[in-house]
């Protein structure tokens, strides 16, 4: 058995007016009688509308056979950042973790920008569904968390940063 959360963003990036050369992630942490766990981003494939459904919308997410052996694996997606979250250490449960976004990001964030799309993340666990364990699981679920503000109205909203190259008038 397992629970499979993930969180879906996506950041419209029309407004910056210079190529693209570095970007970060801020989240703001909270803590959680449980905070074991990791995550990684990795390339989003949802549309504008993120559904229920869209829980495997990111690239290389070729379905799950159901016997332990997954149909996908590290070889197979587009990976936007190294492990993050109370489990890899420095997480701070109640300020800002700053994630930093690795060429692939810089990239699809620069290719966003120049065709007027959005940029999308899929933020998944790192330990139990990215690593491919689906078979360590037993009758008993397993809980890895990793807590943070994710609401866009919240106080502690998601933010993006990025560092792109203007044009001084």
């Given amino acids: 058995n397992y629970i499979w959360y993930a969180h879906l963003m ?7 007016d210079g190529e693209i050369t570095a ?4 989240l ?4 959680h009688n449980n905070d074991d766990g990791d995550a990684i981003i990795m390339e989003g494939t949802f549309d504008s509308s993120i559904s229920y459904g869209d829980m495997q919308s990111f690239t290389g997410y070729d379905g799950y056979s159901g016997t332990g052996d997954d149909d996908w694996d590290a070889d197979d997606v587009t990976e936007y950042s190294s492990t993050f979250g109370p489990k890899e250490g420095g997480w701070d449960q109640d300020g800002w973790n700053e994630i930093t976004l690795n060429s692939d990001a810089i990239s699809a964030a620069e290719t966003a920008r120049g065709a007027g799309n959005r940029l999308k993340f899929f933020i998944c666990n790192k330990s139990s569904i990215f690593d491919n364990s689906f078979s360590d699981f037993s009758t008993t679920p397993q809980y890895f968390n990793i807590n943070y503000y994710a609401n866009t109205d919240a106080t502690y909203k998601p933010e993006l940063v990025v560092t792109y190259l203007g044009t001084y008038g």
């Fill in 28 to 31: 703001y942490g909270r803590s």
């Fill in 23 to 26: 970007v970060k992630l801020k």
């Fill in 10 to 16: 996506d950041f419209d990036l029309s407004s910056i």
